[in-house]
Structures are given as structure tokens and as C-alpha cells.
């Protein structure tokens, strides 16, 4: 009988003020709060006995080291998040491999291992900027958690394969993508199905709590564990508000702040999560794993 795959509860490690397109030379304007917020997700992932994949800005792990070593002491997995937050596809494969460096390097000084995973800002390893898989191999990275295969204004790959297996690179190299979860849906009168996103953030604030429950067990009845992610942020309704030149940003950012602990103390007694490590690294440590598509 074959396994059920694991469930992977994720953390985009950044400030509130990082992660809402402010570039990285005014964030000193803008009062930290990083500790309200994780303060409250670490809580509730004590209280269930979850071990989650901390995706660390390295820009933040330098301000808040002892964050870092705290993360690791309690048994938490941690992966690169990048450097700057700065989107990869408004980036050159230079600049993006001078910040990977520095990122993976800050972090492995501060948890005295090597860091395997990476996760792009905005899920931003889109089409045009696919290259940076192979920037991420020559780095030492052994998998990429970056594709969202739906279409989103910011980012998404609606091709990507949409279970974890393994990826073909421009390069004819292979890395293991783990992307996020999608469930499909058919769309009337055509042949071919939509991909719904189901992961976290801002789509696990804005759905009933209901219907994040159903869409899960929908993924996990087609033998796929889900991919999900959230930020500190997330967990700190009272961070402030800045004006947004689009609407939407504004939307998706502070939409719903307030139920985001209740929904996820739920999620947490309903589900079983792991890290990404516990659950992946026999096979994006090993290629020919049979049981690693």
C-alpha cells in the first residue's frame, strides 16, 4: 500500500514591511515587529507538537540572530529565503547569485549546517527567470520550493508539475522542485482543468475555514501531501498600514489578519505537518529514489 505523503507546514521568515514591494534601502524607516507575530505561530506550533521549514530572509537573519538559533534549537528546519526580497525576474543572474551566496552563508554560520532549500520572494522563479534553477545547483542548494502553478499577478508557473518530483532545468540539470499546492477544477465546456491555490497566506485568510478543510482532504484523496506556507506578519494584526499604489497588494496583505490564528490552531488539530526535510530529503538527496517522481 502505497504511503500517503506528508503534509509540510512552511514559514516565509520577513517583517511585516519586507514583504509588500518596499525596497531593501528604506526598510530602516520602518519599525520592526517580526517578534509579535512568530511569537504567536511559535506558540501554536508547540502547542501541537509541529516542526515546521523556516524560509529565512538573510537580511533578517543578520538583524535577528538569536531568532535564527532560537528556530534551531527548537527543531525547526531552516531553508534561504533569499537576501533582499527583491523579486528574482527583476534581477540579473548575477545579482541574484551574489545574494544567494551571502544569504546561504549567513545562515549556515549561524546554524552550523549546510542549508539544502530555497524559496524564492513572491514565489518569483517564474518562466522568464527559470535560470535561476541552475544558479541554485551551482550554489549547493538541493531543492527549490519556489512554483506555484497557477497564474497570480506576481508570480506563478500554471504549467509546473503539481506534486514535488523532480525538475528539468534550461540547463538539462535536475532539481528537486516541491512547489505549492494547487487542487484542480474543471472548467465547463473545455477539456482542461484549472488550478485552484490552496497553500496558505493570503488564499488560507481569505477562504471559510470550511472549505480550506475540504480543499485539503481533496488534495490528499489524489495521494499528494500538502505544501503550506504563512508568514510572521500573518499572526500580528495590529502591524501598521502603509498606502499601496495598487489595490490589490493592500488586499491580499491585510485581508483578514485577525482569524489567521484560530484558522491555523484548527488547521493544526486537524492535520499532521512536517518539515520538508523530514519528508523530502531522502529523495532530493538521492535521484534515484523510486518513490521520488
Known sequence: MKQQPQNIFSVDLEDWYQGIEIDMQ?????????????D??????????????FFVLGYQAEKTPDIIRQLKEQGH??????????FVYQQTPKEFQTELRKSKQILEDLCGVAIEGYRAPYFSITAQSRWA???????????????????????GMPGANRA?????????????EIPLSTVQLPKPGL????????????????????LSALLIKRLMSENQGLVFYMHPWEYDPAH?????????????????LRSTANKTRKLL?????????????????????????
Not at 514535488?164 to 528537486?176: C, E, K, M, S, V
Open 77 to 86: 528546519d531552516i531553508a534561504s529565503h533569499g537576501y533582499s526580497h527583491r
Open 240 to 256: 501598521p498600514r502603509v498606502s499601496f499604489k495598487r489595490r490589490l497588494p493592500k488586499l491580499t496583505h491585510y485581508l483578514h
Open 26 to 38: 528604506h526598510w530602516e524607516q520602518f519599525a520592526p515587529r517580526i517578534r509579535e507575530g512568530l
Open 164 to 176: 514535488p518530483g523532480w525538475l528539468r532545468t534550461d540547463a538539462g540539470n535536475h532539481i528537486y
Open 133 to 155: 534553477l541552475d544558479i541554485l545547483l551551482d550554489e549547493g542548494f538541493l531543492y527549490d520550493s519556489s512554483l506555484f502553478p497557477i497564474n497570480n499577478y506576481r508570480y
Open 269 to 293: 488539530a486537524d492535520f499532521e505537518f512536517t518539515t520538508i526535510k523530514d519528508a523530502y530529503s531522502e529523495c532530493y538527496q538521492n535521484s534515484s529514489a523510486r518513490s521520488c517522481s
Open 191 to 210: 477539456k482542461w482543468a484549472r488550478n485552484l491555490p490552496m497553500s496558505g497566506g493570503g488564499y488560507f485568510r481569505l477562504y471559510p475555514y470550511a
Open 40 to 53: 504567536r505561530l511559535l506558540d501554536l506550533l508547540a502547542a501541537s507538537n509541529t516542526k515546521a521549514t
